[in-house]
């Protein structure tokens, strides 16, 4: 089960996590020509991307001209961005699982050849690992095992494994990887444990990637909570309107993109709140310049 998720709103006294969406997908059409990209990466692979955050990521950098590769599980959704994404810049989407060895190797050659991605965004997360199917987000105690491995091959491994096919196009670019976390991956919830400690490994592999390959940016971002499926699985029956939509925070990720700060890990809310910021963990400050968007749909 991938999607991504959204971590809770980022104040002094946060009462839940959050988590990003992004579920995968399989082949869909051919891709069009698009518009040129500015300055920054011109091939962008993101998991995760057909609906939640991944979708607003890719929306975003389409506008901008740059051309993708997407994933996500679900054919029919991806199909859709797809289709709504080919009349802007040039995609390839092919649907299917992170954790599938071929699937990887598929996306990092559809990668290479539109010439080689300059930009990884790791996007696609499960939740549980299965479907809550309405239930409560189970206690560590009783959290199924099979579920917690299929939650670190999808949260962690995944994006790892992915990664290291696409390290030598984004060696030769100079270029970025994104990885998706959440705030339950620093704080203590009940019900997160399962996935807040995956999002806290992968944010270790992160820190750990970015001192083993200095000449790229390697940055884990929380993007805060929102509105979006999956956090609305984790709170069944509960009204999650108030959350901002994922499209709120898609200016922080752009202002990484454009400003390309150290490697580290950063909030969105501490990148769309201040125009100097410097990443959560490390030792390097950066400047970052952010701006703001009116969400219609959320007034």
Do not use: C
């Not at 590769?69 to 797809?82: D, F, I, M, P």
């Not at 990887?104 to 050849?113: D, G, M, N, S, T």
């Not at 998706?180 to 592999?205: N, R």
Request: glycine share 8%.
């Amino acid at each position: 089960m991938n999607a991504s998720q959204t971590p809770p709103a980022q104040t002094a006294a946060v009462t839940q996590p959050s988590a990003v969406t992004g579920p995968a997908s399989e082949p869909v059409t051919e891709p069009a020509p698009g518009p040129a990209a500015g300055p920054g990466p011109r091939v962008v692979l993101i998991t995760g991307a057909s609906r939640g955050l991944g979708l607003e990521l890719a929306r975003a950098l389409a506008a901008e001209g740059r051309q993708l590769v997407l994933t996500a599980r679900n054919a029919a959704e991806l199909a859709a961005v797809e289709a709504e994404l080919a009349a802007v810049t040039k995609v390839v989407a092919l649907a299917g699982s992170v954790v599938d060895d071929g699937h990887r190797e598929r996306l990092a050659e559809a990668a290479a050849a539109l010439g080689g991605a300059g930009l990884l965004i790791n996007n696609a997360s499960t939740l549980t690992g299965y479907d809550l199917a309405g239930a409560a987000l189970p206690r560590l105690a009783d959290f199924p095992l099979p579920g917690l491995l299929e939650t670190f091959e999808v949260n962690v491994l995944g994006p790892l494994a992915l990664t290291q096919l696409v390290l030598p196009q984004l060696r030769e670019h100079a270029g970025s990887v994104v990885n998706v976390s959440s705030d339950a991956a620093v704080e203590a919830y009940e019900g997160w444990g399962g996935y807040g400690a995956s999002k806290a490994a992968l944010d270790h592999a992160s820190a750990v990637l970015a001192a083993e390959e200095p000449e790229l940016r390697v940055w884990a971002v929380d993007p805060g909570d929102m509105r979006t499926r999956m956090h609305q699985e984790a709170f069944p029956g509960e009204d999650i309107s108030d959350r901002p939509l994922p499209r709120t925070v898609v200016p922080a990720f752009l202002a990484l993109l454009r400003e390309r700060p150290a490697s580290g890990r950063y909030r969105a809310a501490d990148l769309l709140a201040a125009p100097t910021t410097a990443p959560t963990t490390g030792s390097v400050s950066a400047t970052v310049t952010a701006t703001s968007t009116t969400d219609e749909e959320h007034r």
